[in-house]
């Protein structure tokens, strides 16, 4: 045993030792500020922001994801499958110890052509009871980069979790905002059936006391039938949208609640942040900072196989042909050793290897940084969409406004005879128009809120995971 005592020194002495390039982070050219300036701004990103609409059965349905949304469920199940992979590569950074025992007879012929000579006994048995060992001596740091690959795997699908929940609760948030923006088109084009449908009986009368011609009671009956025929489309989106809404809750398809209007969301704050926060608050980006540790520690490990590799295995027990001579001092077996293997000629394997792992990590590198760019435009595109959105929508309630009084007045210079029907068909069909256009920009405006708010990431991942059994 005394035989083992330098190799030990030498392997703790060189324990240390680990070959293969040591991660750092790659500099990131990110910019001062963001393109669009936002003075109204708020420190909200580690916010439960969805909960500033100020909707219970928006939140009931948001925890409802958060617990049910199988892609949720399936990223919590790879997360569990990494850590186990971790632990499986960890242990090899220890020794692995184990038993075997055999307990057995047999008994030789007395008649055959090798039958023993009388006398002799027929009859043998053979008792074994055995402890072994064996560990690999990470000298060149092979386990250690396993290890480390395997650790940063771990967090990739952890973060990847985390980005399936940042996905998943802005999904439901914008499912959500979009089913009260059809409900609120249908609810204008129900409003808009029924008044030219009035229109149409009183036309009916006067067509039938000579008033007006055929002509003109033919258009209003072809406005009421437009308008008629905008509803079942708006019911089928709505369908649809209900569908889409349950299978992001793991649900089947069916009916969805609901709570406040459109009109009466309220619309999230701008959150704030700088370029550079968003490489702390994206998972993404973290998740493609992880896979890049991960490639870059199978670097080590590559590299590991030009270096011999050194294990200690032993093995002490106990073997005798007699049961009870089993444990005497007579029985004991023992045997250790420290194999050495070295490569001498691969024709290129080991190389070749390490080639294609160099290769795998500037693949991780690229899509490092092509995630972190993706970020960037994302986060700038939203808030130019808010930001345009909103002037937008300004606009539109400004014709909406003007459209009113046009068709009010249109229709008092018709009624007066002042002015063909033709006046009165043109102004109600642009308010008809302005009014789903100005419903539907609405709807875009917290739609650009929650891309806001999922582009720039951050503690809010949290709140929802604290919502249901994600976590």
Request: proline share 4%; charged share 20%; glycine share 6%.
């Amino acid at each position: 045993m005394r035989k083992l005592v330098p190799v030990i020194f030498i392997t703790l002495t060189l324990a240390g030792c680990m070959v293969g390039p040591d991660y750092q982070r790659p500099t990131v050219e990110t910019p001062e500020t963001w393109r669009v300036d936002e003075k109204t701004a708020q420190d909200l990103a580690n916010t439960a922001w969805w909960r500033q609409l100020d909707d219970p059965v928006l939140n009931e349905l948001i925890a409802t994801a958060i617990d049910e949304n199988k892609d949720l469920l399936i990223a919590t199940a790879r997360v569990d499958q990494f850590a186990a992979q971790y632990g499986v590569v960890r242990a090899d950074l220890y020794p692995q110890l184990g038993a075997s025992a055999q307990f057995g007879q047999q008994q030789v012929t007395e008649k055959g052509g090798n039958a023993l000579p009388s006398g002799y006994n027929t009859v043998t048995g053979n008792q074994q009871l055995v402890l072994n060992a064996s560990w690999e001596l990470d000298i060149w740091g092979r386990i250690r980069r396993s290890t480390e690959a395997a650790r940063a795997s771990l967090l990739a699908s952890e973060e990847g979790r985390r980005g399936v929940i940042l996905s998943l609760v802005s999904s439901v948030a914008v499912s959500y905002v979009n089913l009260r923006n059809l409900d609120k088109q249908l609810e204008i084009s129900r409003q808009t059936a029924e008044l030219r449908k009035g229109s149409y009986e009183l036309f009916v009368l006067r067509y039938e006391a000579g008033i007006i011609n055929e002509m003109e009671l033919a258009q209003s009956r072809s406005e009421y039938e437009q308008a008629l025929a905008t509803i079942p489309q708006i019911q089928k989106d709505i369908a649809l949208q209900e569908n889409a809404i349950n299978v992001l809750l793991g649900r089947n398809p069916g009916p969805v609640s609901r709570g406040r209007s459109l009109d009466d969301l309220k619309l999230p704050m701008i959150p704030e942040g700088l370029p550079s926060d968003l490489l702390e608050r994206r998972p993404d980006i973290k998740q493609a900072e992880q896979n890049l540790i991960a490639a870059n520690a199978q670097i080590g490990v590559a590299k590991a196989a030009y270096f011999p590799s050194i294990s200690l295995t032993g093995f002490f027990g106990f073997a005798s042909s007699d049961f009870s001579d089993l444990f005497t001092g007579s029985a004991k077996v023992w045997q250790y050793s420290a194999p050495i293997t070295a490569p001498i000629f691969t024709a290129g394997r080991i190389s070749s290897q390490v080639k294609v792992t160099e290769a795998i990590q500037q693949q991780y590198l690229y899509q490092y940084q092509q995630t972190i760019q993706t970020a960037f435009r994302e986060v700038n595109d939203a808030l130019a969409d808010q930001n345009l959105t909103r002037k937008q929508l300004e606009a539109q309630n400004q014709r909406v406004l003007a459209l009113r009084t046009y068709a009010g007045l249109a229709r008092i210079r018709f009624d007066n005879g002042y002015s063909s029907y033709i006046e009165v068909l043109d102004a109600e069909r642009s308010l008809f128009d302005v009014e789903l256009a100005y419903v539907r920009t609405h709807g875009s405006l917290f739609q650009a809120m929650i891309n806001l708010y999922k582009a720039m990431g951050g503690g809010w991942i949290t709140e929802a995971e604290s919502l249901g059994g994600a976590g």
